[in-house]
């Protein structure tokens, strides 16, 4: 179950990549709801993730 929620928080951060705001919001309730190692898996994928969309920079600052 957990795992299946760590996959869902990454296809819905996907999907609203396109808005930072909303990248933001989803990403703030994520790291309410994963479990702590998952935090730090989706730290690492987000650097991937966000590595060529300047955009979503900002929301960085949340994982740090």
């Not at 479990?35 to 989706?42: G, I």
């Amino acid at each position: 179950m957990a795992r299946a929620m760590f996959e869902y928080t990454k296809t819905i951060l996907k999907k609203v990549s396109f808005n930072s705001e909303l990248f933001y919001k989803e990403l703030e309730k994520a790291l309410n709801l994963l479990l702590p190692y998952e935090v730090e898996e989706l730290t690492i994928w987000l650097k991937q993730f966000t590595a060529n969309k300047p955009e979503l920079y900002s929301c960085m600052a949340l994982i740090r």
